[in-house]
C-alpha cells in the first residue's frame, strides 16, 4: 500500500481555494444567466462542492475508501447539480438546464486554464494545483466580468434595440427603442402594452 505525507496546512489551502473556485463559479453562473439568488445560499452550494472535493482528496491519500466512486461522472454531475439546487432553490423545471449549462461551460473553462495553470506552474509530477485553482477563479471573474459583458452588450444592441417610429400631430419621428422585459404597464382601456 503506497504513503503519502500530507501537511494539513497544505491541505487547507487546497479546501480554500476550492471554496474560492466554488462560490465564484455559482456567483458567475448568477451574473451570466440574470438568476436571483443571496450570498448565503452561494456559499451552501460551494461548501457541498468543497465537501465533495475534501472527500476526494481523502479518498486519493486512501485515508477513507470509495476513491473511485467520488471520481464518477455520474458522482461529479450528481454533486453538481445539488451545488446548482441549493445555490438557486427554488428553480422551476424549466430554468434548470439553462443554469446548469452556463454552470458546465463556465467550469469548464475556467478548469481547463487552472489545470494549465496548475502543470505550467508546477511540474507534471508535482502540480501547483492551489495556484490553479486560484487562477482558475480569475479566469472565472474574467469570463463573468469582461466576457459576458460584451456578449451582453451585443445581444443588448442588437436583439432589444428596435426601431420605433413615433407619430404625434402630423410629425414622425424614427428612433431606436429599448426593450424593456421588465416592464408590464398596459393601457388601462384598451390593455394594450405601454412604450414609455
Not at 445581444?155 to 420605433?164: A, C, E, Q
Request: net charge positive; charged share 10%; glycine share 10%.
Amino acid at each position: 500500500m503506497p504513503q503519502y505525507t500530507f501537511y494539513v496546512d497544505a491541505l487547507l489551502l487546497r479546501l480554500g481555494a476550492n471554496l474560492l473556485f466554488e462560490y465564484l463559479l455559482l456567483w458567475a453562473t448568477a451574473e451570466v444567466t440574470r438568476t436571483g439568488t443571496r450570498p448565503a445560499k452561494l456559499l451552501a452550494g460551494a461548501l457541498l462542492g468543497t465537501i465533495h472535493y475534501a472527500l476526494y482528496l481523502l479518498a486519493s491519500f486512501g485515508l477513507i475508501p470509495y476513491y473511485g466512486l467520488l471520481r464518477l461522472l455520474p458522482t461529479v454531475v450528481i454533486v453538481s447539480l445539488f451545488m446548482v439546487l441549493a445555490a438557486f432553490y427554488p428553480l422551476s423545471v424549466g430554468t434548470l438546464p439553462k443554469i446548469l449549462g452556463w454552470f458546465y461551460v463556465i467550469g469548464f473553462i475556467a478548469a481547463g486554464a487552472g489545470m494549465a495553470g496548475a502543470f505550467l506552474l508546477g511540474s507534471p509530477a508535482n502540480p501547483a494545483y492551489t495556484l490553479g485553482m486560484l487562477i482558475a477563479a480569475g479566469c472565472i471573474l474574467l469570463i463573468a466580468e469582461l466576457g459576458w459583458g460584451i456578449v451582453h452588450q451585443r445581444i443588448i444592441h442588437n436583439v432589444y434595440h428596435l426601431p420605433v417610429e413615433i407619430a404625434c400631430g402630423g410629425k414622425q419621428v424614427a428612433v431606436q427603442a429599448l426593450v424593456d422585459t421588465g416592464n408590464n404597464l398596459r393601457d388601462p382601456l384598451s390593455l394594450q402594452p405601454v412604450m414609455i
